[in-house]
């Protein structure tokens, strides 16, 4: 089984699952954002079903067994560590969303995703795996940098862009010709 295999290399537990909630959440985010491409509505999509397949296969596997070991000082300390992690970036992420209003949509899914990530730590497992934690690290990464960066602006979408651009070079392509 392929989710067996994934689990085994990425040493986790439900890590396909979990990485395909955080991934169709992010992803999500982008999609209801206004005037966004429809590649972005169909990758949500996509990932939804994907999720809900996921889900009625196997479950996630969250539970409460993992809160019984809370008494082990190594795996107390990494999941308060982790957990803190994670709320700086849902806060970041957040704040993003106030400071960015045309972007926020994709910075709220983003806080959304990574609070699910955080769910699944707490009631999962401490590791859910190589991948899970490359995709908090990934989203903190661009929490973090996009802070730095200036807002884009709204720029208005094109009526018929495609077919002025093709004008456009066919004119420049003639002026050179002449």
């Known amino acids: 089984r392929a989710e067996a295999l994934a689990d085994a290399r990425w ?15 992010a992803v999500a985010g982008r999609a209801f954002e206004h005037r966004s491409a429809p590649a972005w509505r169909l990758a949500a999509l996509l990932g939804a079903i994907g999720t809900v397949l996921h889900l009625a296969g196997g479950g996630i596997g969250l539970g409460s067994r993992a809160l019984g070991r809370l008494d082990d000082p190594i795996y107390f300390s990494t999941l ?18 106030r400071a960015r209003p045309g972007e926020s949509a994709r910075w709220r899914m983003l806080a959304v995703a990574t609070g699910a990530i955080a769910v699944g730590g707490a009631f999962g497992e401490s ?47 003639l002026e050179r010709a002449a």
């Open 11 to 25: 040493q986790g537990q439900h890590v396909q699952v979990k990485a395909l909630v955080f991934l169709t959440l």
């Open 127 to 173: 590791r859910g795996g190589e991948g899970v934690r490359m995709l908090a690290g990934l989203g903190a990464v661009v929490v973090m940098t996009v802070r730095a960066l200036p807002a884009a602006p709204d720029v208005p979408a094109l009526e018929g862009a495609p077919a002025a651009m093709a004008e456009e070079a066919e004119a420049g392509a």
């Open 80 to 97: 308060t560590l982790t957990l803190m992690l994670l709320a700086s970036v849902v806060r970041e992420a957040w704040a993003l969303a």
